[in-house]
C-alpha cells in the first residue's frame, strides 16, 4: 500500500462544493510568486488566484473563484493555508 498524489492533497470540506481537494505550491506557482505583477494585485484578487490555482476538485474557473463571497474565500483560504505554510517553511530563501 503506496501513497498515492491525491493524499498529498488539502481537503476541505464545503457545503457548496462538497470535499475540496488543493495541491501545494509548484514551480510555477512559485514563478507566478515572484512577478512583479503579482505584487500589486490588491489582497482579495491575489487570494482568489492562489486559491483558483491550487484548486484540484471540483474544476472552477477563476470568475467562479473571484464571485465568492469574502467569507466563503477567506474559509477556503484559511483551511488550506496551515498546508502552505508548512511548504513554505521549507523554500530556502
Known amino acids: 500500500m503506496g ?5 498529498l492533497y488539502t ?9 475540496m481537494e488543493f495541491s501545494g ?3 510555477k506557482d512559485i514563478r507566478w510568486l515572484s512577478e512583479p505583477q503579482t505584487e500589486t494585485l ?15 476538485t471540483p474544476q472552477l474557473d477563476f ?3 473571484d ?10 483560504a484559511s483551511e ?4 502552505y505554510q508548512k ?4 523554500v530556502p530563501y
Open 42 to 56: 490588491a489582497a482579495r484578487d491575489f487570494t482568489a488566484h492562489l486559491v483558483q490555482n491550487q484548486l484540484i
Open 25 to 27: 505550491l509548484r514551480d
Open 87 to 90: 511548504l513554505a517553511a521549507q
Open 67 to 76: 464571485g465568492w463571497l469574502d467569507d466563503f474565500l477567506l474559509f477556503v
Open 3 to 7: 501513497i498515492k498524489i491525491s493524499d
Open 11 to 19: 481537503k476541505v470540506s464545503t457545503e457548496a462544493y462538497g470535499t
Open 63 to 65: 470568475e467562479t473563484v
Open 80 to 83: 488550506w493555508r496551515p498546508y
